[in-house]
């Protein structure tokens, strides 16, 4: 039955295998074939099979990419950025909350590779400040970046149910908020692409310090890109301030992670970088489900 059933991934897999090793296959099919394993994934006899091939033909797709960029220096953003929008036309994009590590990177796509696509998730509930800095953003780089916002019906009927306010209650209508509000339009954005840009940084939580700067996204089933992994705040801070680029100006009033207004405070010194974000939880929950190690 097993044999039944992994009989047709792993005649894929050989196949696409073979085509890697002898053409390289058009990398941009990534997402359809993680769509065509997912699918098989779902048959429970071909559960582990189809598993361990996905997992099989990421190592191939993440040794492609490495080698790609093997003769490009890793802290040489602007062509890295560059090489992986050549290896992925059309299907490399960039998410960002405005904030000082994702203006950083916005300013290196803006002069190096404006054909990857910036995006952003409006919640709904963010700051005054962070819409300015969106707009001065698009006129600052000439672009219109892209907003996703939560399903219209999943938001109303949680709202109805729960109440507005319903994070600071429970963990769990926490969660569902940001699920809503931000995890599933993340879904949406990154459909269809097979590079996924973010402003992760190492200094940011001890979760991140096991990061590496190109990986899989097993959560979401793509290849995440972290340029600033290994810069430190004063590097972000100084590049910001030399290349003259619009932030938003509640990092100036104690501000480090900045997301939803509600969920969102200022941090006193010697606090975490963490510390400003839903302080009222356990420090080792605060995650909003969007950069997820499975
Ligand atoms: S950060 Fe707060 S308001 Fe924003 S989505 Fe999460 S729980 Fe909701």
Redesign the pocket.
């Known amino acids: 039955m097993i044999k039944f059933y992994l009989s047709p991934s792993l005649t894929l897999y050989l196949f696409l295998h073979f085509y890697l090793s002898i053409n390289f296959v058009d990398i941009t099919f990534v997402p359809v074939l993680v769509v065509a394993f997912s699918t098989a994934s779902y048959n429970p006899n071909d559960f582990f099979a189809s598993q361990t091939l996905l997992f099989l033909l990421m190592k191939e797709v993440l040794k492609y990419v490495h080698n790609s960029l093997k003769d490009i220096d890793p802290n040489d953003i602007g062509s890295t950025l560059k090489e992986l929008a050549n290896l992925f036309p059309n299907a490399v994009t960039f998410s960002s909350s405005f904030s000082y590590e994702d203006q950083v990177i916005t300013d290196f796509i803006a002069n190096n590779a404006s054909e990857i696509s910036i995006f952003t998730l409006d919640?709904g509930?963010l700051f005054p400040e962070t819409y300015s800095t969106w707009n001065s953003t698009n006129e600052r780089y000439n672009v219109k970046v892209k907003a996703y916002y939560p399903n219209h019906g999943l938001l109303q009927d949680f709202i109805q149910d729960k109440g507005p306010n319903s994070?600071y209650e429970s963990l769990e209508n926490?969660k569902s908020?940001?699920f809503i509000?931000?995890v599933e339009p993340l879904k949406r954005a990154l459909a269809g692409n097979s590079v996924w840009v973010t402003g992760l940084r190492a200094e940011h939580s001890p979760e991140r310090q096991h990061l590496s700067r190109l990986e899989w996204d097993d959560a979401n089933q793509i290849l995440k890109y972290n340029p600033l992994l290994h810069w430190t705040t004063e590097d972000v801070v100084e590049y910001i301030r030399d290349n003259n680029i619009p932030y938003n100006i509640l990092h100036d009033r104690g501000f480090i992670s900045i997301?939803?207004q509600?969920?969102t405070r200022a941090v006193r010194p010697g606090e975490d970088f963490r510390a400003g974000r839903w302080w009222w939880e356990d420090a080792s929950k605060k995650e909003?489900g969007l950069h997820i190690k499975q």
């Open positions: 919640t509930r994070f926490r908020c940001c509000r931000k997301g939803c509600p969920c909003c």
